[in-house]
């Protein structure tokens, strides 16, 4: 017998394991989001073919080895007193060619596609910034549903034992019919504040799905979330490190938008370079080896059997009607438009990363005030229940006391993970 229960408890277990609903951390998501977003795929994989790119650009500088064989019938009049000739044929052709100088065409294409690849890798990383931006929004969006339902939760127990209470003294007369009613009313209220708190929770986690690529029809998971203390949470608040200067320079250094104009600004100078070298002539060797085998001995009079050549090339186009200057003009101008977008993506970083550090900031004071307000909200509550136990108040004054207590209580786990969003923003803002 203890042998059975022993295997079916762990049955049991195991059917439990396998249901068991996952939980996940906000590091947890990003890696998810990392695996299942297309965006981030997408950006990936032209950063792949950008790659690709440049490995064409860069075989320019290496030999191209070539070869071309066939197999036919030749007949030929005879000439000078030879007989004609007619017979099958195999040739085969080996041929070589490698660059010498150039005057920076091979070079500067090379490096204008090296520098394109490492804009589209600047790109991806920024992509992958901007992610996890998000999926921590997300997350906190998640958070601060599950604690607004408790919020909810607390104001109909509020209601419920307001109602109870009501109803006692309306029996012993000591309160009004009135006092009842509107008891009921507070309760359906808060109950309906409780329904769309729950379905509000349902939308941010809708939102998780999105961001972090879950495409299943229904998750069962759940978000890692600590039980909030609201008397304690201005004094829970990570301190952010950076002020608004260091922020700025940080951002300069690290924003891989940053990175990806400076990229650009390479790659249109390497496209000068490449059209410069219009102006100049290319070096080249070729080196080219000849087999045929012919069957009838007759036509080899005619066609050797073995033959090759070596050369040193030159290939100088002197005039193209003005368009290789047409052509270097375009490429200068595109540099400077690179070296504008650089300045103006500067400026935007600037704004973003100083609007991020005074929300932040704010926040920070929105949450002192908003933990103040709840300690004097639940002051207010309770001096109003005591005056209303000893008929000094009616019970509007009671009521909007109460009310007044759960919205300061909501306003601070709004406030409280706004913060936190806006250390997402103005980590995204600066790179970080």
């Known amino acids: 017998m203890p042998k059975n229960i022993l295997k079916y408890l762990g049955v049991a277990l195991f059917a439990i394991s396998l249901n068991a609903t996952e939980t996940y951390t ?37 030999p191209e080895l070539n070869f071309n064989g066939s197999a036919g019938r030749v007949s030929q009049a005879g000439t000078f007193n030879l007989p004609d000739v007619d017979g099958n044929i195999i040739k085969g052709q080996l041929s070589l060619k490698q660059i010498i100088y150039d005057f920076g065409k091979t070079g500067g294409n090379s490096d ?40 909810q939760k607390e104001n109909v ?30 309760l359906i209220q808060a109950k309906l504040d409780l329904k769309t708190a729950e379905y509000n929770l349902k939308l941010a986690y809708a939102a998780l799905d999105k961001v972090v690529g879950f495409t299943a029809i229904e998750n069962e998971y759940k978000v890692y979330a600590q039980e909030l203390k609201l ?24 924003r891989f938008d940053i990175k990806k104009e400076q990229s650009l600004i390479e790659s249109s100078q390497a496209d000068i370079r490449t059209v410069s070298s219009e102006y100049y002539p290319s070096f080249y060797f070729t080196a080219n080896y000849l087999y045929q085998n012919a069957q009838d001995d007759a036509l080899q009079v005619y066609i050797p059997q073995k033959q090759w050549s070596a050369n040193l090339n030159l290939d100088w186009n002197l005039y193209q009607g003005g368009s290789t200057s047409a052509r270097k003009q375009e490429k200068v101008i595109n540099t400077q438009i690179s070296n504008e977008e650089l300045q103006n993506t500067k400026l935007l970083i600037k704004a973003n990363t100083t609007n991020a550090f005074i929300n932040l900031h704010k926040s ?66 600066i790179g970080k």
């Open 26 to 62: 906000v590091d947890d998501l990003i890696l998810k989001s990392l695996e299942n977003s297309p965006d981030i795929h997408l950006s990936k994989l032209k950063y792949d073919a950008s790659q690709s790119r440049y490995d064409t650009a860069f075989a320019g500088y290496l």
């Open 231 to 254: 008397d304690s949470l201005y004094e829970s608040l990570s301190i952010y490190e950076l002020n608004l200067h260091d922020s700025i320079i940080f951002a300069y250094e690290n």
């Open 112 to 151: 204008s596609q090296k520098f394109a690849s490492s804009s589209f890798s600047m790109q991806n990383f920024q992509n992958i910034s901007n992610k996890r931006k998000n999926v921590k929004t997300a997350y906190y969006g998640v958070l601060k549903s599950l604690a607004l339902i408790e919020v």
């Open 157 to 186: 127990k509020l209601n419920e034992a307001q109602l109870y209470r009501s109803q006692k003294y309306f029996e012993a007369g000591i309160r009004t019919k009135i006092d009842v009613s509107d008891a009921k009313v507070r």
């Open 364 to 429: 920070k004071d929105t949450v002192e005030l908003a933990q103040s307000l709840v300690f004097v909200s639940n002051e207010k509550f309770d001096q109003a229940s005591k005056r209303y136990e000893h008929g000094l108040s009616d019970y509007i004054e009671l009521q909007e006391s109460r009310q007044g207590y759960i919205d300061s209580k909501a306003t601070l786990v709004v406030d409280y993970y706004d913060y936190y969003i806006a250390i997402a923003d103005l980590d995204n803002a």
